[in-house]
Nanobody, 120 residues
Framework: QVQLLESGGGLVQTGGSLRLSCTAS????????MGWYRRAPGKQRELVAT???????NYADSSKGRFTISRDNTKNTVYLQMDTLKPEDTAVYYC??????????????WGQGTQVAVSS
């Protein structure tokens, strides 16, 4: 099995910064894409940013210029540096990883979520 453990959420004022981390553990042959998604109160879950195995990144328009996604393949970890935070960034942030396991193929795994709250 594969587990994703997120950390780094919290309460911050408008204009502040937070850094989220997500580490994958378990029986892993290879991690393909990794990414961050979020669900704000009363809204559907949406993409924040993704990063491919070789470092190609993709950002939602709302994240561009303020958020930076990165990964450390030696640690099976993906990061999300969030700067210039706004109240509308308040949400539960989820990590997702596409993991390949020999004899099992590729499937997506999700973390349990970490709360980010931005006060005005």
């Amino acid at each position: 099995q594969v587990q994703l453990l997120e950390s780094g959420g919290g309460l911050v004022q408008t204009g502040g910064s937070l850094r989220l981390s997500c580490t994958a553990s378990g029986t892993i042959s290879r991690i393909l894409s990794m990414g961050w998604y979020r669900r704000a109160p009363g809204k559907q879950r949406e993409l924040v940013a993704t990063i491919s195995e070789n470092g190609v990144t993709n950002y939602a328009d709302s994240s561009k210029g303020r958020f930076t996604i990165s990964r450390d393949n030696t640690k099976n970890t993906v990061y999300l540096q969030m700067d210039t935070l706004k109240p509308e960034d308040t949400a539960v942030y989820y990590c997702k990883s596409a993991v390949f396991r020999y004899n099992y193929g590729t499937r997506d795994y999700w973390g349990q979520g970490t709360q980010v709250a931005v006060s005005s």
